[in-house]
């Protein structure tokens, strides 16, 4: 099997549309119909989408700062390699798995709703989890947070 191009499997979970030269695609991935990914699947693909999107963000700022081509290639390298060893560490999903449903939902709208419904409550979730004070949910709201009587003086 052909290595998956991180920069592919990113591209495509998050809709972007980057030029994919065809040679990046895998050939053999698993065939995955739309209607068939499961809550499961989409909780797996979601945790692995952002797993993923950490890394690019991370080796962005380095190819940003790097001067030389070689340079720009071999941290390419690199981010391919932990980007796909981040999506094999999310439990119920392979690499494989992960571009196939990335490329079910390009082409299917409720797919597409449902990842980005998961992904949205995962944010706002996230957002809740904070210390104590003032927080602003992802929706604009105001929330103070404070802490469970009688857990905090332990």
Do not use: C, H, W
């Not at 053999?28 to 952002?50: C, K, R, Y």
């Amino acid at each position: 099997m052909r290595p998956f191009s991180f920069a592919t499997l990113t591209a495509v979970a998050l809709g972007l549309t980057a030029p994919v030269m065809a040679q990046e695609m895998p050939t053999d991935l698993p065939e995955i119909n739309a209607e068939d990914v499961s809550v499961g699947q989409i909780v797996s693909f979601v945790n692995a989408m952002i797993a993923a999107e950490r890394v690019r963000k991370e080796y962005l700022a380095k190819i940003d700062l790097a001067e030389t081509e070689e340079e720009i290639d071999a941290l390419l390298a690199e981010a391919d390699q932990k980007g796909i060893a981040e999506v094999e560490r999310v439990p119920g999903i392979s690499p494989a798995e992960y571009m196939a449903i990335a490329i079910a939902a390009k082409d299917d709208e409720d797919l597409s709703s449902r990842i980005e419904r998961r992904f949205n409550q995962l944010a706002q979730s996230q957002a809740l989890t904070v210390t104590p004070g003032r927080a602003k949910r992802p929706d604009g709201q105001n929330v103070v947070v404070t802490e469970p009587e009688g857990d905090a003086a332990q």
